[in-house]
């Protein structure tokens, strides 16, 4: 099986470096990309795969693969995301990535964390392969289909409840961000999870605070967070969602009979001053003219 402690906080904080490295080219090479969320979540989803989670080793292919279409009876072969993060063992975790927009991230996840191959990235939202802007099931990383906002976490939620009737010492380990907090849907989840005390589901939510509109608090206010999760029978516990040992600690924390929720207070420009100017717009980044260049200048420097 493959452990998180196989890596140091220096390769970890390396990796999530080179993750806003990585995403920013895709940023700058495709015209646009989720260049924000990079820097809100690179240390919280790197140290999820390299110190928290229990995954066995990549069982997906590793370069991108072609996709033969949507599941369906005549096309049962699609590549599946899940083999990328190991065998569904009952001793395994099971990750799900509940915002797909993230997608560009998990795969700088992957590989840095060895599991899919550097050159993979140059397929990123190309025609017929796997890398999709958006991810889905056939992605590498993913478990479901994770549209529309808050569906995951009920999948998640389900799962969970499964393996603790199976007798599983797996976790579900589930990826939110903050902007869907604002769906319903989540909270019937969080309710039904308090409900059957599935003590094996971790959730780490990137509270960066933004979404497409605007400041997440001007759009529909969603705080207090720790105090709503706890009203729903959660134990929530705020920590720096740049701060490895926070992160990594986070998981360990006693939750008996309740769901965990680890909400990771983020900045959108972390360890990328080129997009403070933008603030608050920073759900989807572009770069042309002057901008462009400040960015390939920034890149060089990297």
Known sequence: MSRSHQFTNEEVRKAAHNIRKRVLRLTIDTGGCYLGQACSSAEVLTTLYMRVMRLGESLGNPEAAPFPGVPGPANMNYPKGNLYNGLIAEDHDRFFLSPAHYAGVLYCVLIESGRICEDSINYFNKDGWNMEMIGAEHSPGFENTAGSLGQTISIA????????????????????????????????????????????????????????????????????????????????????????????????????????????????????????????????????????????????RM
């Open 157 to 300: 939620a389900g799962t969970a409840h499964a393996r603790k009737l199976k007798g599983e010492s797996g976790r579900v380990v589930v990826f939110l961000s903050d902007g869907e907090l604002q769906e319903g849907q989540v909270w019937e989840a969080f309710q039904a999870a308090s409900f059957y005390k599935l003590d094996n589901l971790i959730i780490y939510i990137d509270v960066n605070g933004h979404q497409v509109e605007g400041l997440t608090k001007d759009v529909m206010n969603i705080e207090p967070l720790a105090k709503r999760f706890e009203a729903f029978g959660a134990v929530a516990v705020e920590v720096d969602g740049h701060d490895i040992d926070a992160l990594t600690a986070a998981a360990n924390i006693s939750h008996i009979n309740k769901p965990l929720v680890v909400l990771c207070q983020t900045s959108c420009a972390k360890g990328m001053s080129i997009l403070e100017k933008r603030m608050p717009f920073l759900h989807f980044v572009r770069f042309d003219g002057d901008d462009l260049i400040e960015a390939e200048a920034f890149y060089s």
